[in-house]
């Protein structure tokens, strides 16, 4: 069985639906970056840090080459993991990546205050969460096997993922 594989912008609703296709599917999710910080005894934050971005990334891109060897899991990523093309390659060999497509709007909506994304903490959050953004999303669509529109209710953007994936498998 293939993993159904969960990505996209910050806040895009990845690790809450993740849990709810889990209690849907009954297959277990791993939270990349959940999994990144329990390995690492830190949290992302704590990691960028005392590693910069790119031992974050170090850890990510492992994190992917162990989890894409097994299926039969959803894996919930960060939203920077598939803009690395060795990480989509090894994900792709074991899984379906479903893109959570939300609008321009509405990360920024749901990103105004949270203080557990070090990419966000600074002053002109607004611009900042405005360009990676515009400069990512293509790179989502590109990855992606399936775009969902992740602005709707957790247990409907789960219900077309366990569809989509069922139809595809
Ligand atoms: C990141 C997103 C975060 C986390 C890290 C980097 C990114 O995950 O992996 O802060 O580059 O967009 P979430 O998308 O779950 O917030």
Do not use: W
């Not at 277990?28 to 971005?53: C, P, R």
């Not at 598939?82 to 990360?107: M, P, R, T, W, Y």
């Not at 405005?130 to 602005?151: F, H, K, M, S, W």
Request: hydrophobic share 40%; net charge negative.
């Amino acid at each position: 069985m293939k993993n159904i594989i969960l990505c996209g912008f910050m806040g895009c609703g990845k690790t809450t639906v993740g849990k709810a296709l889990e209690q849907r599917t009954g297959m277990k999710n791993i939270d990349l970056d959940a999994y990144i910080e329990q390995k690492a005894g830190m949290t992302v934050s704590e990691i960028f840090a005392a590693h910069g971005e790119d031992g974050f990334r170090a850890m990510e891109r492992d994190a992917c080459a162990e989890l894409s060897a097994a299926g039969g899991y959803i894996l919930s990523l960060g939203g920077g993991t598939v803009l690395f093309e060795q990480n989509c390659a090894a994900l792709k060999q074991n899984g379906v990546i479903f893109l959570l497509d939300i609008s321009l709007d509405e990360a920024k909506r749901r990103l105004k205050d949270v203080t557990d994304r070090p990419l966000l903490m600074r002053p002109d959050r607004d611009e900042a969460v405005t360009a990676l953004y515009t400069a990512r999303r293509p790179a989502y669509q590109n990855a992606a096997d399936v775009i969902i529109d992740g602005e709707q209710t957790p247990d409907k953007v789960a219900a077309d993922i366990d569809n989509a994936f069922k139809a595809r498998c």
